[in-house]
C-alpha cells in the first residue's frame, strides 16, 4: 500500500484529521524554513555556522523537533538572506 493510501484512509478517520489539521500551519512552516535555506543553497552546517551553533540544532529546528525562540527564527531566516514577519489571519470556525 502506498503511503498516499495510507495518508487518506487515516484522514477518513476524523479523530485523526482533526489533529492532522491541527498540525498543518506547523509542517507549512517548516516547509518554508526547507525552502529559505534550498532557496540560499546552504546546507544545515553552513546554517550553522552562520547562526554560530551546531548542526544538529538546525536539523531539529527543520524537523519540527525544536521550540524555537522568535530570535532562533529571525537568526535563520538571516543566515538564509531572508526577513520574517508575522501576519495575524483571523481564525476560520471549523464548525460544519
Known amino acids: 500500500m502506498s503511503l498516499q493510501k495510507i495518508k ?3 484522514l477518513a478517520n476524523a479523530e485523526v484529521k482533526a489533529e492532522y489539521d ?3 500551519n506547523e509542517f507549512a512552516f517548516i516547509d518554508q524554513l526547507l525552502s529559505m535555506r534550498t532557496q540560499a543553497g546552504l546546507t544545515q552546517a553552513q546554517v550553522a555556522e552562520k547562526m ?7 536539523s531539529r529546528l527543520e524537523r519540527g523537533n525544536a521550540n524555537p525562540s522568535w ?3 529571525l537568526k535563520y531566516a538571516h543566515a538564509c538572506g531572508f526577513e520574517l514577519t508575522i501576519k495575524p489571519v483571523k481564525a476560520q470556525s471549523h464548525n460544519h
Open 71 to 73: 530570535s532562533t527564527l
Open 22 to 24: 491541527l498540525l498543518e
Open 52 to 58: 554560530q551553533t551546531q548542526k544538529s540544532n538546525i
Open 8 to 10: 487518506q484512509r487515516a
